[in-house]
């Protein structure tokens, strides 16, 4: 991709993502974000439709940057382990882009980012839970622990971002490992 249109997405992004800091998403117009971005009006439209398409962008970019986060999640030897590195790879996610997070989730409640995190933990756990042990080992159907235990990190996910860190990561795994039992 050309370097230019990059730096152009970015800088779109970043003046958006400063706007929804100060006010909800529906207040910002167009004009205001290129004005905030230095740039103008027709180069905001040569690269998107309006608003809706750049934050559907965004929110986008931020599910592609999720899935790479989480597929570092390699060494599976049993679901605890599993869900334990789960969260980490998801808290480490919202670090690097708490500023997008906390203008979605925290200052403008979108349900679509919330969505977007919600939907892309599901699959990704879904692929991951039939590879933890065979059906025969389990006690308990991979549906069933795998539904349960995405409300668990899905919620602690969204507490942590709209406390502002009230609690540390390395607090927040201390508490998960003694949550979530050895053997599902």
């Known amino acids: 991709m050309d370097l230019r249109v990059v730096k152009t ?3 779109l992004y970043e003046s958006l993502l ?3 800091g100060e006010r909800s998403f529906e207040e910002i117009k167009v004009s205001e974000i290129c004005e905030k971005a230095i740039i103008n009006r027709s180069t905001f439209y040569a690269h998107f439709e309006d608003k809706y398409a750049l934050l559907s ?3 986008l970019d931020l599910k592609t940057d999720l899935i790479e986060a989480l ?3 390699e060494e599976i030897t049993n679901s605890k382990e ?4 789960c969260l980490y790879l998801l808290f480490g996610h919202i670090e690097n882009n708490k500023d997008a997070y906390c203008a979605l989730i925290v200052n403008n409640r979108n349900s679509i980012a919330m969505d977007m995190i919600y939907d892309t933990l599901l699959e990704d756990i879904t692929k991951r839970m039939n590879t933890v042990l065979n059906e025969k080992e389990r006690k308990i159907p991979a549906d069933f622990v795998t539904h349960f235990y995405l409300g668990a990190i899905f919620q602690i996910g969204v507490m942590w971002i709209q406390s502002k860190k009230y609690y540390s990561k390395e607090e927040i795994m201390k508490f998960l490992k003694q949550l979530i039992p050895d053997n599902i």
């Open 9 to 11: 997405k970015k800088n």
């Open 18 to 20: 400063f706007l929804m």
């Open 57 to 59: 962008s965004l929110i």
């Open 71 to 73: 597929e570092q999640n």
């Open 82 to 85: 599993y869900y334990l590195k």
